[in-house]
């Protein structure tokens, strides 16, 4: 399970990705924190009750997997997110005559949400954006794939949006896995918990 993950998500846009041994699944962090000029580790006990899927036992296992929490992503993203728009593609019939694509100003709604570790978005934004001297290309590998970074933000393409900007921090989504894959009456039971710790934002480019 874990080298599906690592395909999915490849550069671990999420810092809080777990992999358990049962449901429901009890996980234990340790968080270093400055506490009245002294450092101490504290611990967090969390429990968490998995989601059980069923895949057909027929194709390729590990992309029917990461088709699967790929929706799942993007449901959580779309259902806990604070939502703008803007139009930038589509302004009109006449307006199109005299309007010209300026990608500073997809930078400018983005460069509002400074404190940002991430942002998701489709290949056609990423086009407009890598045309910016302030994109910096990256290589990096997974089906959310890291292309690049604005300031410190790392910038990820997905395949599977059109149009959106998704901006959030590490620490936005939890992802607990079970590592065991469950066969049931000639189907794969995977077990999964998806869950949005804070608010992302949305912005969709008209």
């Not at 009245?36 to 968490?48: G, L």
């Not at 983005?110 to 991430?118: G, P, V």
């Not at 896995?177 to 480019?205: C, G, P, S, W, Y």
């Amino acid at each position: 399970m874990e080298n599906i993950i690592d395909t999915l998500f490849g550069n671990m846009i999420f810092s809080n990705i777990y992999f358990v041994e049962s449901n429901p699944a009890e996980v234990e962090t340790i968080e270093i924190k400055k506490v009245n000029s002294e450092i101490k580790e504290i611990s967090k006990k969390q429990t968490f009750k998995l989601l059980r899927s069923e895949i057909t036992n027929d194709g390729l296992l590990s992309l029917k997997i990461r088709e699967l929490i790929k929706h799942r992503l993007i449901v959580l993203l779309n259902f806990n997110s604070r939502n703008t728009e803007f139009k930038y593609f589509k302004v009109g019939f006449l307006k199109g005559f005299f309007y010209k694509k300026n990608p500073k100003k997809i930078l400018e709604k983005i460069n509002q949400f400074r404190d940002s570790d991430w942002i998701i978005t489709s290949e056609n934004i990423i086009n407009e954006l890598s045309s910016l001297e302030e994109f910096e290309s990256l290589s990096g590998y997974g089906d959310i794939r890291l292309v690049g970074k604005i300031g410190e933000t790392m910038v990820f393409k997905m395949m599977d949006i059109e149009n959106a900007i998704y901006i959030g921090k590490k620490e936005s989504i939890t992802a607990v896995f079970n590592r065991n894959i469950l066969q049931e009456n000639n189907n794969i039971l995977i077990e999964h918990l998806l869950t949005a710790n804070d608010r992302v934002e949305k912005i969709m480019v008209l």
